[in-house]
């Protein structure tokens, strides 16, 4: 589920293979507990193939943008215009409204502006495994991906490939790993960014 900036809207996702509720994408507002189906899902074969597990909100609120089906769409909420933007996956809209991030076909990490326009691969080469999770500041995308082990890690223990998050600064794009999972994995979808991270992370003065 997704909380929109001002906290008073829920978006959400549900895939069922039962009628009622029907499957889809709902959007609750959280003063009067009003649901509202905005997308039905359409089964395939008698079977739903859900939305995307990821979508993102707008700066001010006003329109949304999700993945269904292997296209990412935007929704504006006020005239319920739906348009498509890309072909992919994951979606989620930066803090500060510039950009969004998705996960293209080929599963590499690709940047766009809110319109579509502008589409970006900012790591060529180098697929993710999870969503990308934005910081509060946009700075920031924290993600996982697999890992082939150098020399060094080999002799720390590190005898395979691994999973372990990693971090892409938008404004120069370099990348560095915080987490490792080791050779049994894990996800990214547990973790998250401190609000006030930067404040966090800043250097003792002693």
Not at 10 to 30: E, K, Q, V
Not at 109 to 129: C, E, K, V
Request: proline share 8%.
């Amino acid at each position: 589920a997704w909380l929109s900036p001002d906290g008073k809207q829920l978006l959400f996702s549900t895939s069922r293979n039962f009628p009622n509720p029907p499957s889809g994408l709902y959007l609750t507002d959280l003063t009067s507990n009003r649901v509202e189906l905005l997308e039905p899902e359409v089964p395939h074969a008698g079977i739903a193939s859900g939305f995307s597990k990821s979508a993102g909100w707008a700066r001010d609120g006003t329109s949304i943008v999700y993945a269904h089906e292997g296209q990412i769409f935007h929704l504006d909420l006020r005239t319920r215009r739906k348009s498509t933007l890309a072909k992919g996956t994951s979606p989620s809209w930066s803090p500060d409204g510039k950009w969004i991030a998705y996960k293209a076909e080929d599963g590499t990490a690709r940047l766009m502006a809110f319109d579509g326009s502008n589409q970006t691969n900012i790591m060529p080469g180098r697929p993710i495994l999870g969503y990308l999770h934005w910081s509060p500041d946009s700075e920031y995308l924290m993600f996982s991906e697999n890992h082939q082990p150098d020399l060094l890690e080999f002799f720390q223990g590190i005898l395979g490939p691994s999973t372990r998050l990693s971090v892409y600064r938008v404004r120069d794009s370099a990348t560095a790993p915080i987490h490792s999972f080791g050779i049994y994995g894990g996800s990214d979808l547990p973790y998250g960014w401190i609000y006030n991270y930067s404040k966090f992370c800043k250097p003792s003065a002693h």
